[in-house]
């Protein structure tokens, strides 16, 4: 199986930064890609950021030129660098994973969530 395990979450005033971090644990073939989502009290799971490369990111329209996602494949952990933050960024975040996973010979590709972390920008 797969463990995601995110971290970095915390209270912050406006304008301030934050860094998560996301690490993918367990029998891990390649995880083509990561991403964070977020979810505001009484809201739907949104897309923050996603990537497969590092010439492969998308970023929801809300978070461009402040926040940026990059990974460590050799530590199968991505991170989200949140600069300039908004109340309207309170959230609770996920980590994702489309993780593929060894198998014996062969692997199956699954999608994995972490626990979520709990963001909150003070104005």
């Known amino acids: 199986q797969v463990q995601l395990v995110e971290s970095g979450g915390g209270l912050v005033q406006a304008g301030g930064s934050l860094r998560l971090s996301c690490a993918a644990s367990?029998?891990?073939?390649?995880?083509?890609?990561m991403g964070w989502y977020r979810q505001a009290p009484g809201k739907q799971r949104e897309l923050v950021a996603a990537?497969?490369?590092?010439?492969?990111?998308n970023y929801a329209d809300s978070v461009m030129g402040r926040f940026t996602i990059s990974r460590d494949n050799a530590k199968n952990t991505v991170y989200l660098q949140m600069n300039s933050l908004k109340p309207e960024d309170t959230a609770v975040y996920y980590c994702?994973?489309?993780?593929?996973?060894?198998?014996?010979?062969?692997?199956?590709?699954?999608?994995?969530w972490g626990q979520g972390t709990q963001v909150t920008v003070s104005s």
């Open positions: 994702s994973a489309e993780v593929r996973v060894a198998h014996g010979h062969t692997w199956y590709e699954g999608d994995y």
């Open positions: 367990g029998n891990i073939f390649s995880i083509p890609e």
């Open positions: 990537i497969r490369s590092s010439a492969d990111i």
